[in-house]
């Protein structure tokens, strides 16, 4: 356990100071490096550290999600609330249609080609959040793209739910309602928690040291709001979030309010990424076929095509509109929850929606990230924002 943990955070080390050096994504190097050392590759990460992955997947998102949610202060939402709204709104739509269009075209059948389109809408948010971080551009674009990642799986999750119900109405199945229920049974009580959390923790946090938490109180606040939201069965990313934009907007003593979990992430962070990669079978990428590459094609172009969309109608600079899309690439392992719900519901498309999406999660993982840097570089670059 240790030799493997110490061997884990050099090679971590090692792609964090390669990524720097080179600007290549540090997630897709840990997640390449994870691959490598998995079970598609050499298979040398012992079992008691895989055993780990879920555990560290819950604690880094959900600090990620802290992260995201400071994103949502009074003067960013002032700023940019109208462009993150319609943008994330916008790209949902577009990406359920599009996708759901375009396979039905290659000849899916309509009820998998609905539900893929609807997990089509999933993002990484720890990938992009790091991805953001990485490319080191702050400004209006990148304020705004953290909003959006912020909420962006809330409107997947329900796009999700209406896409399960609607192909229970098509086959003249009972209880279609029940994703629904559980859709708004998983946000609103993930805000409702992150409320409850985020209330308090605001007005404690930065009392012991003045302008500053702890980080024994941003470890408990972290590990509160999973462990409630797991025992709630609620939404832990949602509850992180709404936590998050509760104590930015409300902890006035505080200078920097997620100073802390900003030090903590990345140990967490960099464990993460490579049990992922360790994790993911690069073989589903070969059984994709055409279906794969139509499918992979359909959600790139339905997040650009979205995010263009999005934009011009929040009258966003013309310099920022065809970049949103590509900033919002990545996906992980929400998408992969998706198809895991989807396959056990309906049982007869369950091989096509798992192998799908978990075979293109891998791509989306791998050059999603540096899509974001991309994205984010090149609007950085650009001349004077035009309107």
Known sequence: MFLGLGALFLVGLVADQLGRRTRMPRVTLLLALGLLAGRSGLDVIPQEITALYDFLAIAALTMVAFLLGSALDVATLRAHGRAILTISVAIVLVTVGLVTAGLVLAGLAMGPALILGAIATATAPAATQDAIRQANRPGPFSDTL?????????????????????????NGQAGEGAHLVQAARDILGGIALGLAIGIPGAAMTGRLS??????????????????????????????????????????????????????????????????????????????????????????????????????????????????????LLPQAGVAVGMALVAAETFPEHGDLILTLTIGTTVAFELIGPAATIWAVTRVAKAPARGG
């Open 210 to 327: 003045p302008g500053e938490p702890l980080q024994t109180e941003a470890l408990g606040l972290v590990f509160l709001t999973a462990g409630a939201a797991l025992a709630l069965e609620v939404s832990y990313l949602i509850a992180a979030m709404t936590a998050g934009a509760v104590i930015v907007n409300r902890a006035r003593h505080h200078e920097r309010a997620f100073h802390e979990i900003e030090h903590l992430q990345w140990p967490f962070m960099m464990l993460f990424f490579l049990l992922a990669g360790a994790s993911l079978e690069i073989g589903t990428l070969a059984a994709l076929g055409l279906v794969g590459a139509v499918y992979l094609g359909l959600r790139i172009a339905a997040r650009i095509a979205g995010g263009w969309l999005g934009a011009r109608l929040a009258g966003a600079p013309r310099g920022e509109r065809p970049w949103y899309g590509v900033a």
């Open 146 to 170: 953290r909003g959006i990642v912020a909420i962006d799986d809330a409107w997947g999750m329900l796009a999700f739910s209406l896409a399960i119900a609607a192909l229970h109405g098509m």
